[in-house]
């Protein structure tokens, strides 16, 4: 393993073609205006000169600090995953959503469980067929259940908690001289302060670590959020953070030209600005996950008041003409990895005229460098876009829309809250509904050509977006790859992809906040084994369709273009039927 102190701290390698005049006036700016000292003193005028505004950024940027922060806790953290190990736990589970369950995700699939540790698992789909999936196997007895959630009453992970606690009751129940008789032994929080007393059982707990307020849940990678499972999994938690404090040692560079997280920020934040707003990884496979990762973090800090950056990760490699002019890439590579064809492309793209930045990571524990790289490049990008990168301004709308749905669904007995209105479509096992703007019109009534009446509504910058809320499966993922694909090489536009809810707590800012060039294809599906949240009026299947529902009508009240396709009981045979839909419906003449 490289020597965390030796690593190579290197701004990025750009090549931004006709935009390198326009980054090049940005680094003088950042450097005459002393971006990086403001920084790191905090500064919020860098972001607003509104005083409301700046005292809320102001309680925001603790991350500048987690790394320093976390360093006297590290020995705790590993005696803490040791006694777990020894107890005969084989199991844990991070129950949470978005930046909570996101950067534990990228710790596991980067560096998997040291052997003599805990195996580690993800809760973050509300989805019954994946909660039954990532629980219903396990020993509740042997596994511990780590309840994420910064406001303490996130729905989600209070759902998960509310299952596996009562799966814990029963099965002590069963076993009537376990090694701890009360369920609270096998769970743990990783919360605010202020925020644990909402959490259920919470004193019952066998571990509760408070995070400082002043750290965003997008911004938490290298707080208790990530170290916590990291610590189960035997990563050694001292050289993560010692990457990560020597990165933040190296963006205190004042010219900003050769700082690695400013350099960064002043180009995907003029890029934008200029039009190449659609951020696209290139990342090897054994860092890919990383993706995802910042993909929330630029999607959920940008997109507001009608701006943002559109993070394009996980979509297929493509021939160079598949991309539009509306592109820049990032070419993130792991030292001595395969790259898997994406050296060739990013040079055949830079050789095109598209803007490529090229970053290598020396060693995967140089993820924690690249945690804190990112999180202040989108710092100074929100900067450059002139907004606030640290709130969420619209994530509120599809929560309150989901809650209001649950409420009318206790009121009404049940109501099926998955149609938002009539069916605008039916054909091989698909039923489509549409938003207003076609339902109110003529339309074929057919699948194919009422895709074809949507696709045709797609901006020509627009951005084409999978909302699936459905059970995630490696097979899902193949067929969304080969959907994104069809979709982008027969529209030229570029391609994104979430699982419901947990986009939601992400990218779900940028498709109301940020600019209105989303393009929007909702899918649900039906739940033949529905199940039960202990001690909640509805079950986890009607969550996800409410949630599902309240999603549709907040994207809907912001006249964006989207159509929802119920797949039916078998989600796999629906989405090869919406393959073949789309093809046959992208293969008639639009006026797009």
Request: hydrophobic content about 55%; charged content about 15%; proline content about 2%.
């Given at each position: 393993m490289t020597d965390p102190a030796s690593t190579a701290l290197a701004a990025p390698r750009l090549s931004l073609g006709d935009h390198a005049d326009v980054f090049q006036a940005a680094v003088e700016r950042a450097r005459v205006e002393d971006w990086a000292t403001r920084l790191f003193a905090g500064d919020v005028t860098l972001w607003t000169t509104d005083l409301r505004v700046g005292e809320a950024i102001a309680e925001r940027?603790?991350?500048l600090e987690a790394p320093a922060h976390f360093a006297d806790r590290t020995a705790g953290l590993e005696a803490f995953g040791d006694a777990v190990v020894e107890e005969g736990y084989n199991t844990a589970v991070v129950a949470g959503m978005g930046g909570s369950s996101l950067a534990p995700d990228v710790l596991h699939r980067t560096f998997g469980s040291i052997e003599g540790y805990l195996a580690l698992r993800i809760l973050d789909s509300t989805d019954p067929a994946y909660v039954a999936a990532t629980l219903d196997d396990l020993d509740p007895l042997r596994t511990l259940v780590i309840v994420a959630t910064k406001s303490g009453t996130t729905t989600e992970p209070n759902a998960f908690q509310a299952y596996a606690w009562d799966r814990a009751v029963r099965a002590l129940k069963a076993v009537p001289h376990s090694r701890y008789e009360h369920p609270g032994a096998y769970f743990a929080a990783i919360t605010d302060p202020d925020s644990a007393r909402h959490i259920e059982h919470n004193g019952d707990f066998r571990e509760i670590f408070l995070n400082p307020p002043e750290i965003g849940g997008r911004y938490s990678a290298l707080t208790y959020v990530g170290l916590v499972p990291a610590s189960l999994i035997?990563?050694?938690?001292?050289?993560?953070?010692?990457?990560?404090?020597?990165?933040?040692?190296?963006?205190?560079?004042p010219d900003a030209g050769v700082n690695p997280g400013l350099s960064l920020g002043l180009a995907i934040g003029t890029l934008a600005k200029a039009g190449r707003d659609k951020l696209t990884f290139l990342a090897d496979d054994e860092i890919g996950s990383f993706g995802a990762w910042a993909e929330q973090l630029i999607a959920e800090s940008t997109g507001k008041h009608g701006v943002g950056i559109v993070p394009v990760d996980g979509e297929p490699l493509g021939a160079v003409g598949a991309y539009g002019t509306d592109r820049a890439f990032v070419r993130l590579t792991l030292a001595g990895a395969d790259g898997g064809g994406r050296d060739a492309l990013a040079d055949a793209l830079e050789g095109a005229g598209h803007p490529v930045i090229r970053i290598e990571i020396s060693d995967p524990i140089d993820i924690g460098a690249e945690f804190v790289r990112w999180e202040?490049?989108?710092?100074i990008a929100g900067a450059v876009l002139g907004i606030d990168p640290f709130d969420q301004p619209n994530v509120e709308e599809a929560k309150q829309l989901t809650r209001d749905l649950l409420e009318r669904h206790g009121r009404e007995g049940g109501q099926d809250r998955r149609a938002p209105a009539e069916a605008i479509g039916a054909g091989d096992g698909l039923t489509l509904y549409g938003d207003a703007a076609l339902r109110l019109t003529a339309g074929a009534s057919d699948v194919t050509g009422e895709l074809a009446r949507?696709?045709?509504?797609?901006?020509p910058d627009a951005y084409l977006c999978i909302q699936a809320f459905i059970a995630p499966t490696p097979a899902r993922d193949e067929a969304f790859a080969r959907i994104r694909t069809l979709l982008r090489d027969q529209t030229g536009r570029a391609t994104t992809a979430g699982y419901g809810p947990r986009f939601l707590h992400s990218t779900?800012?940028?498709?109301?906040?940020?600019?209105?060039?989303?393009?929007?294809?909702q899918l649900t599906a039906d739940h033949p084994a529905d199940l039960d949240i202990p001690g909640w009026p509805?079950?986890?299947?009607?969550?996800?369709?409410?949630?599902a529902a309240g999603d549709f009508a907040a994207i809907e009240s912001h006249d964006l273009p989207i159509v929802r396709i119920h797949l039916g009981a078998d989600p796999d045979a629906g989405l090869a039927a919406l393959e073949r839909a789309l093809a046959a419906a992208l293969a008639m003449p639009t006026e797009a």
């Open positions: 940027l603790g991350w035997g990563i050694d938690l001292d050289a993560l953070l010692a990457s990560a404090a020597a990165m933040l040692g190296a963006c205190r560079e202040v490049a989108v710092a949507h696709l045709a509504r797609r901006r779900g800012q940028l498709h109301k906040g940020g600019a209105p060039i989303g393009w929007f294809l509805y079950t986890f299947g009607q969550l996800i369709d409410a949630q």
